[in-house]
Protein backbone atom coordinates (compact mmCIF):
# COMPACT_ATOMS: atom_id res chain seq x y z
CA UNK A 1 0.00 0.00 0.00
CA UNK A 2 2.64 2.85 0.73
CA UNK A 3 5.01 1.44 -2.05
CA UNK A 4 1.49 2.62 -4.09
CA UNK A 5 0.84 5.23 -2.38
CA UNK A 6 4.40 7.23 -2.50
CA UNK A 7 5.71 5.74 -6.02
CA UNK A 8 2.26 5.07 -7.91
CA UNK A 9 3.66 1.22 -8.59
CA UNK A 10 3.90 -1.54 -6.55
CA UNK A 11 7.31 -2.96 -8.43
CA UNK A 12 9.35 -0.06 -9.02
CA UNK A 13 10.44 2.45 -6.87
CA UNK A 14 12.35 6.03 -7.51
CA UNK A 15 15.67 5.94 -6.05
CA UNK A 16 15.92 9.13 -3.66
CA UNK A 17 19.33 9.59 -4.53
CA UNK A 18 19.54 9.35 -7.77
CA UNK A 19 15.94 9.72 -9.27
CA UNK A 20 15.82 6.96 -11.56
CA UNK A 21 12.56 4.76 -11.38
CA UNK A 22 13.08 0.86 -11.77
CA UNK A 23 12.55 -2.13 -10.09
CA UNK A 24 15.41 -1.73 -7.14
CA UNK A 25 16.68 -5.08 -5.84
CA UNK A 26 14.95 -5.70 -2.26
CA UNK A 27 16.72 -6.56 0.49
CA UNK A 28 13.91 -8.74 2.23
CA UNK A 29 15.76 -9.21 5.60
CA UNK A 30 16.51 -5.01 6.01
CA UNK A 31 13.08 -4.30 4.30
CA UNK A 32 15.07 -2.30 1.93
CA UNK A 33 15.83 -1.73 -1.58
CA UNK A 34 19.01 -0.86 -3.62
CA UNK A 35 19.19 1.05 -6.30
CA UNK A 36 21.00 -0.67 -9.32
CA UNK A 37 22.35 2.74 -11.13
CA UNK A 38 23.89 3.87 -8.04
CA UNK A 39 24.51 1.41 -5.51
CA UNK A 40 21.94 3.56 -2.82
CA UNK A 41 19.95 1.64 -0.03
CA UNK A 42 16.72 2.94 1.02
CA UNK A 43 13.75 1.90 2.61
CA UNK A 44 9.84 3.40 1.89
CA UNK A 45 10.48 6.40 4.63
CA UNK A 46 13.90 7.70 3.11
CA UNK A 47 13.75 11.27 2.09
CA UNK A 48 10.36 11.81 3.81
CA UNK A 49 9.88 13.51 7.09
CA UNK A 50 9.29 9.47 8.50
CA UNK A 51 13.11 9.39 7.51
CA UNK A 52 15.46 8.26 10.11
CA UNK A 53 12.98 7.19 11.96
CA UNK A 54 12.96 5.26 15.47
CA UNK A 55 9.65 4.06 16.44
CA UNK A 56 7.85 1.41 14.27
CA UNK A 57 6.03 2.09 11.00
CA UNK A 58 2.99 0.98 12.62
CA UNK A 59 3.06 3.80 15.31
CA UNK A 60 3.17 6.28 12.17
CA UNK A 61 0.00 5.05 10.71
CA UNK A 62 -2.10 5.01 13.80
CA UNK A 63 -0.78 8.71 14.37
CA UNK A 64 -2.22 9.28 10.88
CA UNK A 65 -5.15 7.82 11.46
CA UNK A 66 -5.43 9.55 14.60
CA UNK A 67 -5.11 12.75 12.90
CA UNK A 68 -7.54 12.34 10.46
CA UNK A 69 -10.48 11.44 12.51
CA UNK A 70 -9.64 14.53 14.53
CA UNK A 71 -11.92 16.40 13.36
CA UNK A 72 -11.27 19.82 15.24
CA UNK A 73 -7.22 18.65 15.49
CA UNK A 74 -5.39 16.99 17.87
CA UNK A 75 -3.15 18.36 20.97
CA UNK A 76 0.48 16.67 21.15
CA UNK A 77 -0.79 15.78 24.46
CA UNK A 78 -3.72 13.49 23.52
CA UNK A 79 -1.56 12.15 20.90
CA UNK A 80 1.04 11.20 23.06
CA UNK A 81 -1.30 9.05 25.71
CA UNK A 82 -2.70 7.45 22.15
CA UNK A 83 0.36 6.13 20.89
CA UNK A 84 2.17 5.68 24.27
CA UNK A 85 4.99 8.15 23.67
CA UNK A 86 6.73 10.99 24.85
CA UNK A 87 5.38 13.96 24.28
CA UNK A 88 8.05 15.48 22.53
CA UNK A 89 7.65 12.58 20.22
CA UNK A 90 3.76 13.43 19.60
CA UNK A 91 4.40 16.89 19.34
CA UNK A 92 7.42 17.09 16.76
CA UNK A 93 5.07 13.81 14.71
CA UNK A 94 1.82 16.27 14.31
CA UNK A 95 3.85 18.89 13.66
CA UNK A 96 5.78 17.04 11.04
CA UNK A 97 1.76 15.61 9.45
CA UNK A 98 0.94 19.18 9.24
CA UNK A 99 4.02 20.89 7.38
CA UNK A 100 3.14 17.90 5.23
CA UNK A 101 -0.04 19.36 4.41
CA UNK A 102 1.45 22.52 3.92
CA UNK A 103 4.25 21.27 1.48
CA UNK A 104 1.48 20.02 -0.36
CA UNK A 105 -0.96 22.22 -0.76
CA UNK A 106 -2.54 23.75 -4.07
CA UNK A 107 -2.34 27.53 -4.48
CA UNK A 108 -4.31 27.71 -7.68
CA UNK A 109 -5.37 31.15 -8.01
CA UNK A 110 -10.07 30.92 -6.65
CA UNK A 111 -12.86 31.63 -8.66
CA UNK A 112 -16.41 32.66 -8.92
CA UNK A 113 -17.95 33.60 -5.39
CA UNK A 114 -15.03 33.94 -2.94
CA UNK A 115 -15.88 34.63 0.85
CA UNK A 116 -12.72 36.64 2.39
CA UNK A 117 -12.31 37.75 6.29
CA UNK A 118 -9.53 37.49 9.07
CA UNK A 119 -9.68 37.17 12.63
CA UNK A 120 -7.28 37.82 15.27
CA UNK A 121 -5.32 35.16 17.73
CA UNK A 122 -3.06 36.21 20.70
CA UNK A 123 -4.98 39.37 20.87
CA UNK A 124 -5.91 39.50 24.66
CA UNK A 125 -3.04 38.81 27.03
CA UNK A 126 -3.73 37.49 30.46
CA UNK A 127 -4.56 41.41 32.67
CA UNK A 128 -2.64 42.27 35.65
CA UNK A 129 -4.11 41.11 39.10
CA UNK A 130 -4.90 44.52 40.55
CA UNK A 131 -7.03 46.40 38.77
CA UNK A 132 -5.20 49.54 39.56
CA UNK A 133 -2.51 47.98 37.21
CA UNK A 134 -4.35 46.85 33.92
CA UNK A 135 -4.41 49.03 30.99
CA UNK A 136 -6.91 50.03 28.32
CA UNK A 137 -6.07 47.09 25.40
CA UNK A 138 -8.22 48.01 22.98
CA UNK A 139 -5.56 51.25 22.30
CA UNK A 140 -2.63 50.73 20.15
CA UNK A 141 0.57 51.44 22.61
CA UNK A 142 -0.85 48.64 24.55
CA UNK A 143 -1.86 46.10 22.24
CA UNK A 144 -0.19 43.06 22.49
CA UNK A 145 3.23 42.51 20.31
CA UNK A 146 2.46 38.93 19.47
CA UNK A 147 -0.78 39.51 18.21
CA UNK A 148 -1.60 38.32 14.77
CA UNK A 149 -4.01 37.69 11.94
CA UNK A 150 -5.36 34.71 9.89
CA UNK A 151 -6.89 35.93 6.46
CA UNK A 152 -8.90 33.12 4.94
CA UNK A 153 -9.91 32.72 1.14
CA UNK A 154 -13.02 30.41 0.27
CA UNK A 155 -14.33 29.39 -3.00
CA UNK A 156 -17.65 28.29 -3.41
CA UNK A 157 -18.82 25.54 -5.24
CA UNK A 158 -20.94 26.61 -8.75
CA UNK A 159 -24.24 26.22 -9.54
CA UNK A 160 -23.32 23.80 -12.19
CA UNK A 161 -21.26 21.54 -9.81
CA UNK A 162 -24.05 21.38 -7.04
CA UNK A 163 -26.83 20.77 -9.49
CA UNK A 164 -24.57 18.07 -11.22
CA UNK A 165 -23.95 16.98 -7.53
CA UNK A 166 -26.21 18.12 -4.58
CA UNK A 167 -23.31 16.90 -2.47
CA UNK A 168 -21.65 19.75 -3.18
CA UNK A 169 -22.41 22.56 -1.50
CA UNK A 170 -20.46 25.27 0.33
CA UNK A 171 -16.99 25.90 0.17
CA UNK A 172 -14.91 24.16 -2.61
CA UNK A 173 -11.29 25.54 -1.48
CA UNK A 174 -9.64 27.17 0.90
CA UNK A 175 -6.62 29.21 1.27
CA UNK A 176 -5.03 30.90 4.52
CA UNK A 177 -2.20 33.24 5.43
CA UNK A 178 -0.79 34.45 8.74
CA UNK A 179 -0.67 38.15 8.73
CA UNK A 180 -0.05 41.53 11.15
CA UNK A 181 -3.15 42.72 10.51
CA UNK A 182 -6.41 43.42 8.37
CA UNK A 183 -5.04 46.00 6.08
CA UNK A 184 -5.36 47.53 2.47
CA UNK A 185 -1.88 46.76 1.26
CA UNK A 186 -1.92 42.93 2.32
CA UNK A 187 -5.38 42.48 1.25
CA UNK A 188 -5.33 44.06 -2.07
CA UNK A 189 -1.84 42.03 -2.32
CA UNK A 190 -2.96 38.42 -1.61
CA UNK A 191 -6.39 39.47 -3.53
CA UNK A 192 -4.53 39.95 -6.75
CA UNK A 193 -2.01 36.40 -6.46
CA UNK A 194 -4.91 33.96 -5.37
CA UNK A 195 -8.56 35.55 -6.77
CA UNK A 196 -9.12 35.86 -10.34
CA UNK A 197 -10.06 39.47 -11.96
CA UNK A 198 -13.85 39.62 -12.42
CA UNK A 199 -14.71 36.90 -9.33
CA UNK A 200 -17.78 37.98 -7.22
CA UNK A 201 -16.20 38.36 -3.59
CA UNK A 202 -17.86 38.77 0.07
CA UNK A 203 -16.58 41.00 2.77
CA UNK A 204 -17.65 42.50 5.76
CA UNK A 205 -17.61 46.27 6.09
CA UNK A 206 -13.85 46.00 7.43
CA UNK A 207 -12.03 49.20 5.31
CA UNK A 208 -9.21 46.73 4.36
CA UNK A 209 -11.42 45.21 1.59
CA UNK A 210 -12.58 48.58 0.14
CA UNK A 211 -10.17 48.73 -2.58
CA UNK A 212 -11.37 45.09 -4.13
CA UNK A 213 -14.17 47.17 -5.63
CA UNK A 214 -11.88 48.16 -8.50
CA UNK A 215 -11.13 44.88 -9.61
CA UNK A 216 -13.65 42.71 -7.94
CA UNK A 217 -17.29 42.35 -8.14
CA UNK A 218 -17.65 43.38 -4.65
CA UNK A 219 -20.53 42.54 -2.32
CA UNK A 220 -20.54 43.69 1.59
CA UNK A 221 -22.42 43.25 4.32
CA UNK A 222 -21.95 44.59 7.48
CA UNK A 223 -21.88 42.61 10.58
CA UNK A 224 -22.25 45.42 12.92
CA UNK A 225 -25.93 45.51 11.93
CA UNK A 226 -26.55 41.72 10.53
CA UNK A 227 -25.22 38.29 9.43
CA UNK A 228 -27.08 38.40 6.41
CA UNK A 229 -28.53 41.37 4.08
CA UNK A 230 -31.62 42.33 2.80
CA UNK A 231 -30.23 40.76 -0.78
CA UNK A 232 -28.61 38.05 0.92
CA UNK A 233 -25.36 38.52 1.15
CA UNK A 234 -23.61 36.97 3.66
CA UNK A 235 -19.88 35.48 4.48
CA UNK A 236 -20.35 32.35 6.37
CA UNK A 237 -17.94 30.11 4.65
CA UNK A 238 -15.08 32.55 5.98
CA UNK A 239 -17.02 32.30 9.66
CA UNK A 240 -17.54 28.59 9.22
CA UNK A 241 -13.64 28.30 9.02
CA UNK A 242 -13.01 30.84 11.94
CA UNK A 243 -15.71 28.33 13.55
CA UNK A 244 -13.67 25.42 13.42
CA UNK A 245 -10.58 26.87 14.14
CA UNK A 246 -11.41 28.79 17.09
CA UNK A 247 -12.43 24.98 18.41
CA UNK A 248 -8.70 23.56 17.64
CA UNK A 249 -7.47 26.76 19.36
CA UNK A 250 -9.46 26.85 22.43
CA UNK A 251 -10.49 23.50 22.80
CA UNK A 252 -7.57 21.65 21.59
CA UNK A 253 -4.38 22.45 21.12
CA UNK A 254 -4.63 25.49 23.69
CA UNK A 255 -1.89 27.74 22.17
CA UNK A 256 -0.10 28.55 18.90
CA UNK A 257 2.86 29.88 18.31
CA UNK A 258 3.31 32.48 15.77
CA UNK A 259 6.09 30.80 14.00
CA UNK A 260 4.11 27.79 13.17
CA UNK A 261 0.55 30.01 12.70
CA UNK A 262 0.55 28.92 9.07
CA UNK A 263 0.57 25.15 9.58
CA UNK A 264 -2.37 25.42 12.49
CA UNK A 265 -4.40 27.46 9.79
CA UNK A 266 -3.99 25.26 6.67
CA UNK A 267 -4.58 22.26 8.90
CA UNK A 268 -8.03 23.44 9.32
CA UNK A 269 -8.16 24.57 5.75
CA UNK A 270 -7.91 20.81 4.59
CA UNK A 271 -9.94 19.40 7.27
CA UNK A 272 -12.43 21.96 5.97
CA UNK A 273 -12.06 21.36 2.03
CA UNK A 274 -12.17 17.70 2.74
CA UNK A 275 -15.27 17.62 5.18
CA UNK A 276 -17.46 15.32 2.77
CA UNK A 277 -14.71 12.81 2.18
CA UNK A 278 -14.62 9.27 4.52
CA UNK A 279 -11.36 8.41 6.79
CA UNK A 280 -9.99 5.80 4.59
CA UNK A 281 -9.77 8.60 2.25
CA UNK A 282 -8.19 11.09 3.99
CA UNK A 283 -6.14 8.30 5.73
CA UNK A 284 -4.13 7.38 1.98
CA UNK A 285 -4.41 11.10 1.00
CA UNK A 286 -2.87 12.38 4.19
CA UNK A 287 0.02 9.12 3.75
CA UNK A 288 0.50 10.05 0.47
CA UNK A 289 1.60 13.66 1.88
CA UNK A 290 3.92 12.77 4.00
CA UNK A 291 5.65 10.73 1.85
CA UNK A 292 5.97 13.23 -0.60
CA UNK A 293 7.21 15.84 1.40
CA UNK A 294 11.10 16.03 1.70
CA UNK A 295 13.32 15.09 5.07
CA UNK A 296 14.64 18.54 4.42
CA UNK A 297 12.43 20.61 6.57
CA UNK A 298 12.18 22.61 10.09
CA UNK A 299 11.04 19.37 12.00
CA UNK A 300 14.32 17.67 11.53
CA UNK A 301 16.43 18.09 14.51
CA UNK A 302 13.65 19.85 16.40
CA UNK A 303 14.77 18.66 19.88
CA UNK A 304 18.29 19.08 18.90
CA UNK A 305 18.17 23.18 18.42
CA UNK A 306 16.84 23.13 14.54
CA UNK A 307 13.92 25.52 14.43
CA UNK A 308 12.26 27.74 12.10
CA UNK A 309 13.81 31.28 13.18
CA UNK A 310 11.03 33.40 11.07
CA UNK A 311 7.58 33.67 11.13
CA UNK A 312 5.68 33.07 7.41
CA UNK A 313 3.98 36.29 7.25
CA UNK A 314 2.52 37.86 4.49
CA UNK A 315 3.45 41.63 4.79
Known sequence: MLCQLRWRSNNEQVCPKCGVKHKAYFISTRKQWRCKHCKHTFSITSGTIFANHKLPLQTYLFAIALFVNAVKGISACQLSRDLNVQYKTAFTL?????????????????????????????????PKNKKSERVDRRLKAHANPNKRAVLVMRERYSEQETSSNPQLVGAKKTITFPILSENTETVKKLATAYIEPNS?????????????????????????????????????????????????????????????????????????????????????????????????????????GHHRQVERLVM
Open 94 to 126: AHKIRESLMVQRELFPLSGEVHIDGTYVHSAPR
Open 200 to 304: RIHADENSAYDELIVNYNLQRVNHQREYRSDDGITNNLAESYFARFKRMYYGQVHKMSNIYLDNYANEIAYREDTRKLDNLTLFNDVINKCLNTSSDNDWKGYWQ
